[in-house]
T-cell receptor
Framework: AQSVTQLGSHVSVSEGALVLLRCNYSSSVPPYLFWYVQYPNQGLQLLLKYTTGATLVKGINGFEAEFKKSETSFHLTKPSAHMSDAAEYFCAVRPGYSTLTFGKGTMLLVSP | KAGVTQTPRYLIKTRGQQVTLSCSPISGHRSVSWYQQTPGQGLQFLFEYFSETQRNKGNFPGRFSGRQFSNSRSEMNVSTLELGDSALYLC???FGQGENSPLHFGNGTRLTVT
């Protein structure tokens, strides 16, 4: 069975600072990996995905993530935080034909 | 292209009642999945349908059921509601099933059980 661990239920950064949200996964087969963002009272929006190929994946709104197989990690980063980035972020794994499994989420707080 | 549409957006029911939630996927998408989101448990998988067939089911009691129609629209039903069923129910659609097709989510139905 697959699982996802997101370190830190809350992460606080200042506007303009680096954003780093951590995600580690376990999977018995090569996984597909995703990051989603959820704004209040809305559904989840896909930020980026890793399937195969290049391990550094670029997504929307300036976010990117790097797949590191040896560390079973898929951390999400953004060089400079904006106030509009404040939201909850979910890492998810889908090994092969299995279902999509989400982490518990990390709330990103951005202060001026 | 219209996104995933869930109706209703908000619902208030009494314990013991039953409820039906509806989901219209993105045009052309054949796979529909349902998730329950609560502050304590996070996002939990309910079921996944592809071409009217349930392909996967999460660890929920039999009070939770679903179906998919020939036009890919889906409904989920919860019978004999309990207070713990209060949650945001999210529907997601994708073009394929079991592939790297990302899920596209609706805005959810907020169910409150009193």
């Amino acid at each position: 069975a697959q699982s996802v661990t997101q370190l830190g239920s809350h992460v606080s950064v200042s506007e303009g600072a680096l954003v780093l949200l951590r995600c580690n996964y376990s999977s018995s087969v090569p996984p597909y990996l995703f990051w989603y963002v959820q704004y209040p009272n809305q559904g989840l929006q896909l930020l980026l995905k890793y399937t195969t190929g290049a391990t550094l994946v670029k997504g929307i709104n300036g976010f990117e993530a790097e797949f590191k197989k040896s560390e079973t990690s898929f951390h999400l980063t953004k060089p400079s935080a904006h106030m509009s980035d404040a939201a909850e972020y979910f890492c998810a794994v889908r090994p092969g034909y299995s279902t999509l499994t989400f982490g518990k989420g990390t709330m990103l707080l951005v202060s001026p | 292209k219209a996104g995933v549409t869930q109706t209703p957006r908000y619902l208030i029911k009494t314990r013991g009642q039953q409820v039906t939630l509806s989901c219209s996927p993105i045009s052309g998408h054949r796979s529909v999945s349902w998730y329950q989101q609560t502050p304590g448990q996070g996002l939990q998988f309910l079921f996944e349908y592809f071409s009217e067939t349930q392909r996967n089911k999460g660890n929920f009691p039999g009070r939770f059921s679903g179906r998919q129609f020939s036009n890919s629209r889906s409904e989920m039903n919860v019978s004999t509601l309990e207070l713990g069923d209060s949650a945001l129910y999210l529907c997601a659609s994708s073009f394929g099933q079991g592939e790297n097709s990302p899920l596209h989510f609706g805005n959810g139905t907020r169910l409150t059980v009193t």
